[in-house]
């Protein structure tokens, strides 16, 4: 009977791991973390332990069981959300002689804003020849609709104004009807056909960033009088 008892004695592991303290982790949205989750005496535990996330970290977070390393790339839907993310990191035991031991590693998720865009088409073009080369002959109306897109979540509201003046007789004006589109409005004079393409420069805004978007470029057909 004593035999027994010093046989199960010997199989209570003698080391508890104790994990290095770690500060809150403030980190940003869309940008890859790197965070060190380490053992005091690491040097001496590296063989017997196996880190790992516990139930409940985000399903894109990673851990390399061998270092503690943890590296994560946080959503659009992680930042600016108020309440900071809380993560449970295990230190499993892989030896009888070391007990398993677990801590808390703390996010905070910082908002970073993503400036207003054109909207992308199927073909992953902007809206229809943005960047590129549009026609339109004097005399005749043209009409150009622009939807601007803000991947931010929640989205910020968005506005659309040209940097300088539009050609004469151009209008841009904001859909009733549709969400963030806008419509260009224009019938060009004689004094724009058959010259040089024309021009137009659009700046959108959400209330936080600028963006200057790809000119607008107009060739003008010429109508003989």
Avoid: C
Wanted: aromatic share 4%; glycine share 8%; no cysteine.
């Amino acid at each position: 009977e004593s035999e027994h008892q010093s046989d199960a004695a010997m199989t209570v592991p003698a080391v508890v791991p104790e994990f290095e303290p770690l500060p809150l982790q403030e980190v940003r949205e869309n940008e890859e973390a790197t965070v060190l989750v380490s053992l005091k005496d690491f040097q001496e535990l590296r063989d017997k332990v196996a880190f790992a996330l516990e139930p409940g970290a985000p399903g894109d977070m990673r851990i390399d069981t061998e270092t503690g390393v943890i590296r994560w790339q946080p959503g659009e839907i992680d930042g600016g959300a108020g309440q900071p993310i809380e993560v449970m990191v295990l230190a499993r035991s892989l030896d009888p002689t070391v007990a398993s031991a677990e801590t808390t590693v703390t996010f905070n998720v910082l908002e970073v804003n993503q400036p207003p865009r054109l909207a992308k088409l199927a073909d992953g073009n902007s809206v229809a020849g943005i960047g590129s080369r549009l026609s339109a002959t004097e005399g005749q109306p043209f009409e150009l609709t622009l939807v601007l897109d803000d991947a931010d979540i929640p989205p910020n509201p968005l506005d659309l104004k040209p940097i300088d003046s539009l050609p004469r007789g151009a209008q841009l004006t904001q859909s009733a009807e549709a969400e963030r589109t806008w419509l260009l409005t224009w019938t060009p004079g004689e004094e724009y056909g058959g010259g040089d393409d024309v021009q137009i420069h659009l700046q959108a805004n959400d209330g936080i960033e600028r963006q200057d978007l790809d000119p607008i470029r107009i060739a003008v057909a010429e109508v003989n009088q």
